[in-house]
């Protein structure tokens, strides 16, 4: 159960259409390594998660990239906001409007549309961790890589918002990671996995 606010987590205020950097922004809403991926990605693994703790932490970043996502979609919808069909053409934005129009539709930047695959959840508490702590370092990568197309100030805040962001959620779930060992045994944390076998069996290694 969640309690929706009707406001952005950061403001989003873009001045000019641009459609080719929300052709590679909108990355980050259905690509590999975006938003929508991390939320189900998250909202997902907490259900098996037996330290409820790192449960209740997966719940709260899931919730959170949800919010990011919905900056996402708002820098991509005010960046083709009033789009013409020239600036389309002009851009390559034409294959996407043939679609989609002005719709905002979950894909990568190339061009490849969302789908379960570019998320995992194994039902293994070490597994998942480190996907998770793999995924907040593409996602910040990522940013990276669309901040050195930039130069609109308005397009460059939120998108170093979301970055920061990425960073605070990989430290969350490094601490997370350090907690669900301290659980398991020292010697070897991999020797069963905490969310399907009831018991660790002590055997020598």
Not at 54 to 61: A, Q
Not at 91 to 108: N, V
Not at 160 to 173: D, N
Request: hydrophobic share 40%; glycine share 6%.
């Amino acid at each position: 159960m969640w309690n929706y606010e009707k406001r952005l987590q950061f403001p989003v205020n873009i001045k000019k259409t641009d459609p080719k950097t929300a052709q590679f922004i909108m990355s980050q809403y259905g690509g590999p390594d975006g938003e929508l991926a991390a939320s189900l990605r998250y909202l997902s693994q907490r259900y098996t998660m037996p330290d409820k703790a790192i449960g209740g932490l997966l719940t709260d970043i899931g919730t959170e990239e949800l919010a990011h996502m919905e900056i996402i979609c708002a820098i991509v919808y005010q960046l083709t906001k009033n789009l013409s069909i020239e600036e389309a053409r002009t851009a390559g934005f034409d294959a996407y409007y043939i679609d989609h129009t002005g719709g905002i539709w979950p894909a990568a930047a190339a061009g490849i549309p969302f789908t379960a695959k570019e998320f995992q959840s194994k039902g293994d508490a070490i597994t998942d961790l480190f996907e998770n702590l793999a995924a907040e370092q593409k996602a910040r990568t990522t940013y990276d890589n669309i901040l050195r197309f930039l130069d609109d100030p308005d397009i460059i805040a939120p998108i170093k918002f979301l970055r920061e962001r990425e960073i605070v959620h990989f430290q969350r779930f490094g601490e997370a990671l350090e907690k669900m060992k301290g659980q398991l045994d020292s010697r070897n944390y991999y020797f069963f996995n905490p969310e399907f076998d009831k018991k660790c069996v002590d055997v020598e290694m």
